[in-house]
């Protein structure tokens, strides 16, 4: 079967190089007024992530799907090291310090969970043996693992990035829809669960006193954990009650309790590892004007910045908001908001239009991979872009708690431009091995 002319890589390329131009452009501007050097320094790592994204999409991916166990365990190896002897900056503990040189391990991780991810969905499948315990329980514990240990770190923006990105593989991988269907209940209860134990911390509410007790109090989670354990027990032990009319809608029972107290376990020790600074953006999110000088200033800002922009923008170099100072982390988390102060809403919509071609050829180039592992590996990549940029374009306009998370090829950070560009370099294997079937 021949291909058209037209080649999703083509414009996968195309869209990979318009959004790094695009990003150096207005960190250079973000970046200006005596900041110049976080520019140098995003150059340097575009040039190296560039490298690694040309030797990775001449490389056979498939050659990298046995290896991807072991970098699983030297990358966990890693983020514990990092967690216990990493650089602390603003409370969290997740950079490694090489002279002049700084790595962010739980950034370049991501990739590394995706290719191990993909690799072992891709041999279940293959082997049809996706069972309770292999197509739900044992991906859970490749989540869970990396998302502890970055949680450790204190970095919970990172690790949250981590969940979805594991939902949209599982689905895509084709597991049945109630293994699909417990794993986002879990994680649906935990955001819920650590949300709701921010908001009720910091806002006073006249429920307060009643959720503290019964559902957070000293008793609950007794209660919860010994109800769990008989139904673990009962679901291990298959238990199937064939002489009682009741059966199936017991273990049914039992199957909601265990998510239930997964859930809110999970949201509990989500909860415990927030920092104040973080408890206080999740809080001000609800309500910016409960610290509009602390941490609602950031949210406050960022969209005054977004809605001065108008239609066409104040001009390069002539933002008003960022030239000022008003603007925190403008090079950071609040890059797009320095975009779409000095281009408008005709330059924003611009720029996310080439990110939605970027994505949508990724999961084009997915779609037609010649086996399960390349489909998913292109499909993670699409996933982390989307999760990424939707959720700092959500941050800039007040819809979404300031999570620090950075948004791809636009935000300052070398790890994460160097795990950009190493994703695409893997879906540009994925494309270039179909073609050359193909030829």
């Not at 949210?299 to 066409?312: M, N």
């Not at 933002?319 to 281009?343: C, H, I, N, R, Y």
Request: with cysteine.
């Amino acid at each position: 079967m021949r291909l058209p002319e037209f080649r999703m890589e083509s414009l996968f390329t195309g869209c990979l190089v318009a959004a790094a131009l695009i990003g150096l452009t207005n960190l250079y501007s973000a970046a200006g007024g005596g900041q110049e050097e976080y520019f140098w320094r995003q150059v340097l790592a575009t040039a190296a992530g560039v490298g690694i994204c040309a030797v990775l999409a001449a490389t056979d991916y498939r050659s990298l799907r046995r290896t991807g166990a072991l970098l699983y365990i030297l990358g966990n190896v890693v983020l514990l090291l990092t967690a216990l002897m990493g650089r602390e900056v603003k409370a969290t503990r997740s950079w490694l310090s090489f002279g002049i040189f700084s790595v962010q391990p739980s950034e370049l991780f991501k990739g590394i969970f995706i290719l191990h991810l993909a690799a072992y969905l891709g041999q279940i499948q293959r082997e049809h043996r996706a069972t309770l315990l292999r197509g739900l329980f044992i991906p859970l514990l490749l989540l869970a693992i990396p998302v502890a240990l970055t949680l450790y770190q204190g970095d919970a923006g990172t690790a949250a990035v981590y969940i979805p990105v594991f939902f949209v593989m599982i689905y895509t991988a084709g597991l049945h829809f109630a293994l699909i269907g417990i794993a986002l209940s879990v994680g649906a209860l935990a955001a819920a669960t650590a949300t709701l134990r921010v908001f009720i911390e910091t806002t006073h509410t006249g429920w307060e006193a009643f959720i503290q007790k019964y559902l957070f109090g000293s008793l609950a989670w007794p209660v919860f954990g010994l109800t769990f354990l008989a139904c673990a027990l009962f679901l291990i032990l298959r238990l199937r009650f064939t002489h009682y009319r009741g059966g199936h809608k017991t273990r049914f029972v039992m199957l909601m309790v265990a998510v239930l107290f997964a859930g809110l376990q999970s949201g509990e020790v989500f909860y415990q590892k927030l920092k104040p600074h973080q408890k206080n953006r999740i809080a001000s999110f609800f309500n910016p004007q409960i610290d509009p000088r602390g941490a609602g200033y950031q949210a406050l800002q960022a969209r005054i910045a977004v809605g001065s922009g108008g239609i066409w923008g104040k001009g390069y170099f002539k933002g008003t908001q960022k030239g000022l100072g008003f603007l925190p982390e403008q090079w950071t988390d609040f890059a797009f908001s320095v975009l779409a102060e000095e281009w408008g809403f005709a330059g924003s919509t611009a720029t996310l239009l080439i990110y939605g071609l970027l994505i949508g050829s990724a999961l084009s180039i997915g779609r037609n991979a010649t086996d399960l592992y390349g489909c998913l590996v292109a499909t993670g990549t699409a996933a982390l872009y989307f999760i990424h940029m939707g959720i700092g374009v959500a941050m800039n306009l007040g819809a979404f708690p300031v999570v620090g998370i950075p948004m791809p090829f636009l935000s300052y950070g070398g790890s994460a431009q160097v795990l950009n560009f190493m994703m695409a370099g893997l879906t540009l294997s994925v494309a270039r091995h179909r073609r050359l079937l193909a030829a």
